[in-house]
C-alpha cells in the first residue's frame, strides 16, 4: 500500500454528469455509439491529472437517458491500448497470458436483455474486434428497455479482468422512464441528480493504486496476484473526491449507486434529517420510506429524495458510517444549502407511487438451494464458490422459460454480506432466516436456528442485487424470462466474481428442457 496521500476534502464541486446524445432517432428507437477510451482526468483539486479508462472519455461515463419499451442500439466500441495499466493475474481462469489485456465487454447491469447484448463474460471483444471472446455474437448491442421507470447503471464485465476494468473508469449511468414516473411530480430537471460514489485509493503522482499482492505484501506467488476484496482510502463521487454540492432549499432527488470494487455503504446525512427512498434497484416501491440510514452493498441502488427546505445556509455532509469504515472514507460529499431558491418548489414527495405484484412461494415451481462457500487454492489464497462448483463446470441451472423459481442463498462465507446480482430477472426478496452453519457444513442440511425475517421496508421492491449475511439463508424469487439463452449470477465484490464466485445459468423453452 503506497504511503495515504493527505487530500483535503471538500475543495471540488461535485461533477454533474452529461447525457449521452444518440446518432440516430427513428420512430421507437435510437441508436448510439459510445468509445472506451484512455484518457486522463483531474480527480481532486491537488492530484495530477489521473490515468483512466472510460466510456467517451469520461470517467464516469455518460448517462444514457431512455424511455420504456424504445429500442436502443449501442454499438460499444473498443478504443484501448492493448496492455492494461493496472496488475493483471494470469493464473486466474479468463485472465491468462495467452489472452489480450486490453478486452471488454459491456453489461447493462440491471437490463431485461437479449442474451446477445447481456455482456456475457467471454463475449469480450478488443480494438476494431481483431479478437474476441468465445460466445462474441454481435458488435451492436439491443436493449428493449421493458423494465418500469428505474435506475441501471453500464460498466464492464469481462472475465477474469472485471475488477480492473472497473476500477479503471469504465462505468456509467443508464436511466430508465415511464409515463407512470412523468405523473408522480418527483423533482427533475437540475434537482434530480445521480451519484455514482466509488473508492479508489491513489500513488503520490495522481496515478491510481491497486494492489498487486494479498494482504500488503510487497513479494507474492504469483505476481501480480488477485486479491481479497479491497476497499480503497478516498471515497470519490461522480468522478471528484469528497466533493460538495451547492444546493438550494429545496427538495431533490438523488439517484445513489455504490459502484465501488466491494465497499459496503452505510449513508447518513449528520444533520439527522432523512432519506425519503422512493425505488431500489428495478424501480419505485409502492410508498415512500422515511429513513435515517441507506446501506448499499456493491452494484446496490437507491432512489431517494432529500428536502433541504429547512436548513438554509447549512452545510450538511454525507457520511458513510459502516462499522468497517476509516477515518477517511466516513465522508463521502457535502451539500451546501448557500444558493437561493429559483422558484418555488412544486415537487412533492407521494403518498403512495403505485402497486407491484408480488411473487409468492405457492407460485413457484422449484426451490434450488445454493450455497456460498470458500476453499483454498493451490497459493493459498481464498477460492469463493456457488454451489461448490467453479465457472467451468457443466450448466447446473437450467430454467424453463416464464418459470417461478426460489433461490435459498445459503451463506457459511464469515465476512461482509456477499451482494449477489442475478441477471435478466428482477428478484423480490421472500426472507432471511438464520441457520446453523457448522451442522450445514458437517452435514450438508439446514437446521434454522430462528424465524425468517422479511425484507426491510426499502427492499420491498424488485431488486437485482441482494445482501446475502453469514449464517443466514437469504431467499429471492423470480420469474425467469421473457429471453431463453446464457446469463450468469454472480458475487458483485468484484474480487470475487473475477475469481470463479460466478456461475452461468440457462433459460430455454419448455420443449427444449424435455429434449435434455
Same mark, same amino acid.
Given at each position: 500500500m503506497p504511503e495515504m496521500i493527505k487530500l483535503q476534502k471538500f475543495v471540488d464541486e461535485l461533477p454533474i454528469l452529461k447525457t449521452l446524445s444518440p446518432k440516430k432517432r427513428s420512430n421507437g428507437w435510437t441508436y448510439y455509439e459510445v468509445t472506451m477510451k484512455e484518457f486522463t482526468q483531474k480527480l481532486h483539486r491537488d492530484l495530477a491529472p489521473t490515468r483512466l479508462w472510460g466510456y467517451e472519455g469520461t470517467y464516469p461515463g455518460p448517462t444514457f437517458d431512455v424511455m420504456q419499451y424504445e429500442t436502443v442500439f449501442v454499438k460499444w466500441i473498443n478504443d484501448l491500448p492493448k496492455k492494461h495499466f493496472l496488475p493483471v493475474d494470469t493464473t486466474i481462469h479468463g485472465s491468462e497470458i495467452t489472452l489480450p489485456e486490453g478486452r471488454t465487454v459491456v453489461h447493462l447491469h440491471g437490463g431485461r436483455t437479449p442474451p446477445h447484448s447481456d455482456g456475457y463474460p467471454e463475449a469480450w471483444f478488443t480494438r476494431n474486434f481483431e479478437q474476441t471472446g468465445p460466445l462474441f455474437e454481435r458488435e451492436i448491442y439491443a436493449y428493449p428497455n421493458l423494465e418500469r421507470a428505474t435506475t441501471l447503471w453500464y460498466h464492464d464485465h469481462t472475465i477474469g479482468i472485471t475488477r480492473l476494468n472497473i476500477y479503471a473508469g469504465l462505468a456509467g449511468f443508464y436511466l430508465i422512464r415511464d409515463k407512470h414516473e412523468e405523473s408522480l411530480n418527483l423533482p427533475k430537471g437540475r434537482y434530480e441528480v445521480p451519484l =455514482?460514489? $466509488?473508492?479508489?485509493?491513489?500513488?503520490p503522482d495522481g496515478s491510481l493504486y491497486y494492489p498487486s499482492c494479498p494482504d500488503n505484501k510487497e513479494v507474492c506467488t504469483p505476481y501480480p496476484s488477485l486479491v481479497p476484496p479491497f476497499d480503497a482510502d478516498t471515497i470519490l463521487v461522480n468522478g471528484k473526491v469528497w466533493p460538495y454540492m451547492e444546493v438550494e432549499?429545496?427538495?431533490?432527488? %438523488?439517484?445513489m449507486l455504490n459502484g465501488s470494487n466491494?465497499?459496503?455503504?452505510? =449513508?447518513?446525512?449528520?444533520?439527522? $434529517?432523512p432519506f425519503y427512498q422512493i425505488g431500489t434497484? &428495478? &424501480? %419505485?416501491?409502492?410508498?415512500?420510506?422515511?429513513?435515517?440510514?441507506?446501506?448499499?452493498?456493491?452494484?446496490?441502488?437507491?432512489?431517494?429524495?432529500?428536502? %433541504?427546505?429547512?436548513?438554509? &445556509? $447549512?452545510?450538511?455532509t454525507l457520511k458513510n458510517v459502516t462499522k468497517s469504515a476509516s477515518p477517511e472514507t466516513t465522508d463521502v460529499m457535502q451539500f451546501r444549502v448557500t444558493v437561493p431558491l429559483r422558484s418555488k418548489d412544486t415537487s412533492s414527495i407521494p403518498a403512495y407511487i403505485g402497486k407491484i405484484n408480488r411473487l409468492t412461494k405457492s407460485m413457484a415451481q422449484k426451490t434450488r438451494d445454493l450455497p456460498l462457500i470458500r476453499l483454498k487454492d493451490q497459493y493459498g489464497r481464498s477460492l469463493? =464458490? =456457488?454451489?461448490?462448483?467453479?465457472?467451468?463446470d457443466r450448466i447446473?441451472?437450467?430454467?424453463?422459460? &416464464?418459470? !417461478?423459481?426460489?433461490?435459498?442463498?445459503?451463506?457459511v462465507i464469515d465476512d461482509d454480506p456477499h451482494p449477489i446480482h !442475478?441477471?435478466? !430477472?428482477?428478484?423480490?426478496?421472500?426472507?432471511?432466516?438464520? %441457520?446453523d452453519v457448522a451442522h450445514f457444513q458437517r452435514t450438508g442440511k439446514l437446521l434454522f436456528t430462528g424465524p425468517a425475517v422479511p425484507p426491510a421496508p426499502y427492499e420491498m421492491g424488485f431488486k437485482d442485487t441482494v445482501q446475502t449475511p453469514f449464517g443466514y439463508v437469504t431467499s429471492i424469487i423470480a420469474r425467469f424470462g421473457p429471453f431463453t439463452g446464457r446469463y450468469v449470477w454472480h458475487c458483485h465484490m468484484l474480487e470475487h466474481e473475477d475469481y470463479e464466485m460466478m456461475r452461468p445459468f440457462e433459460v430455454v423453452k419448455a420443449q427444449d428442457r424435455r429434449k435434455r
Open positions: =455514482l460514489i $466509488q473508492d479508489r485509493s491513489f500513488n432549499p429545496r427538495k431533490y432527488r %438523488f439517484r466491494s465497499r459496503i455503504l452505510t =449513508l447518513k446525512l449528520d444533520s439527522g $434529517q434497484d &428495478g &424501480g %419505485f416501491l409502492e410508498q415512500p420510506v422515511e429513513i435515517n440510514e441507506i446501506v448499499l452493498g456493491a452494484a446496490e441502488r437507491a432512489d431517494v429524495i432529500v428536502d %433541504f427546505s429547512r436548513h438554509t &445556509g $447549512q452545510t450538511i469463493n =464458490l =456457488l454451489s461448490g462448483k467453479m465457472w467451468n447446473s441451472e437450467v430454467i424453463e422459460e &416464464g418459470t !417461478v423459481e426460489i433461490w435459498r442463498l445459503i451463506n !442475478v441477471h435478466l !430477472v428482477d428478484f423480490q426478496i421472500l426472507e432471511r432466516q438464520p %441457520f
